[in-house]
Nanobody
Framework: QGRLLESGGGLVQPGGSLRLSCAAS????????LGWFRQAPGKEREFVAA????????WYLESVTGRFTISKDNAKNTVYLQMNSLEPEDTAIYYC????????????????????WGQGTQVTVSS
């Protein structure tokens, strides 16, 4: 079945940066769309970013566009989320997940199309 393991979360001041990693084992990421989602306390899980199987296409939540960058290292079977200019509103648990859905925007941004999830990593943006 495999496993997804997120890392890189932590406490950072507003305006700071973090890089999250999602390392896959037992599952080749070139076969899947890989998405990053986040869930803040009392809120629903929301789409943040995704990358296509061959990394030719990326998708972003509008509020993170220009601040976050998703990338993939196929040799390491790992996907990254570089987060810059972090804001307190970015505070959440961040999850990575895989999907075999069609690579259309509506499908990629729909949390219901992802069926394999990591355990999450906490990101806290606070002064």
């Amino acid at each position: 079945q495999g496993r997804l393991l997120e890392s890189g979360g932590g406490l950072v001041q507003p305006g700071g940066s973090l890089r999250l990693s999602c390392a896959a084992s037992g599952r080749t990421l070139t076969n899947y769309i890989l998405g990053w989602f986040r869930q803040a306390p009392g809120k629903e899980r929301e789409f943040v970013a995704a990358i296509s199987r061959r990394a030719a296409t990326t998708w972003y939540l509008e509020s993170v566009t220009g601040r976050f960058t998703i990338s993939k290292d196929n040799a390491k079977n790992t996907v990254y989320l570089q987060m810059n200019s972090l804001e307190p509103e970015d505070t959440a648990i961040y999850y990575c997940a895989t999907s075999d859905t069609l690579a259309t925007t509506n499908r990629v941004m729909n949390v219901r199309n992802y069926d394999f999830w990591g355990q999450g990593t906490q990101v806290t943006v606070s002064s």
